[in-house]
C-alpha cells in the first residue's frame, strides 16, 4: 500500500492542478475576450474607427488609458502585419461571425464598426500608404486604430504549486520514514 501511495498522490495532484492567466489585479475591468483576437503571441484588438482625442460628441482614449493591462499602440512592424497578414474573416470575426472590436472600452458614442469601417480594413491602397508612410516616420491608416499587447502567459495557480510542494514534502518524510 506504501508503494502506491506516492503514484496516487501524482494522479490526484496533476487532476486537481489547473491552469491560470497571471496578470495585473485591478478594480478596472480588462477587455472580455470576445474583443480581441490572438495572433503571433499579441493580442489585438480594434480600439476605435477614429485616431483622434475628442470627435463630435465622442470622446477616444489612448492605449494609456489601459495600459495597466498592457495594452499599446502598434509599433510600424506590427501595422505592417496587421495588413499584410491579418484579415477580417480569419482573425477578426467571432464564431457567430460578428467583427471583434472593442470600441466601448475605448469610446464614449461609439460602440458599433459602420461598413466603410470593414471597407477600409480590406482596402489594397492601404500596403502603398503603409510604404509611403514608413519613408516619413507618420503611419496612418484610413484612422481606424488597432492596440496590442503581449499576450499573457500561462503560469500555474498558486493552489497547484501548494498541492505539488506537499507532495514533495510527503515523499521526502516517507523515505526518511523507511530509513
Do not use: C
Not at 62 to 73: I, K, L, P
Not at 85 to 114: G, K
Not at 117 to 132: V, W
Not at 143 to 157: A, D, I, L, M
Request: charged share 20%.
Amino acid at each position: 500500500m506504501i508503494k502506491f501511495f506516492p503514484v496516487f498522490l501524482l494522479v490526484v495532484t496533476a487532476f486537481i492542478s489547473n491552469v491560470s492567466h497571471a496578470g495585473i489585479i485591478s478594480a478596472d475591468i480588462d477587455l472580455s475576450d470576445d474583443s480581441y483576437t490572438t495572433v503571433g503571441g499579441l493580442d489585438w484588438t480594434w480600439a476605435s474607427s477614429i485616431n483622434v482625442g475628442s470627435r463630435g460628441g465622442n470622446i477616444f482614449e489612448d492605449a494609456s488609458y489601459r495600459a495597466h493591462f498592457g495594452w499599446r499602440t502598434l509599433r510600424p512592424e506590427e501595422l505592417i502585419i496587421l495588413k499584410s497578414d491579418l484579415t477580417i474573416d480569419d482573425h477578426f470575426r467571432n464564431i457567430d461571425r460578428s467583427i471583434i472590436q472593442s470600441l466601448e472600452y475605448w469610446n464614449t458614442d461609439l460602440t458599433v464598426l459602420i461598413a466603410d469601417d470593414i471597407a477600409n480594413f480590406n482596402s489594397n491602397s492601404i500596403k502603398g500608404a503603409i510604404d509611403n508612410s514608413l519613408q516619413s516616420s507618420t503611419l496612418y491608416w484610413h484612422y481606424e486604430t488597432f492596440y496590442v499587447r503581449n499576450t499573457p502567459s500561462q503560469v500555474p495557480e498558486p493552489s497547484t504549486l501548494m498541492i505539488f510542494a506537499i507532495a514533495l514534502i510527503a515523499l521526502s518524510m516517507r523515505k526518511r520514514a523507511i530509513k
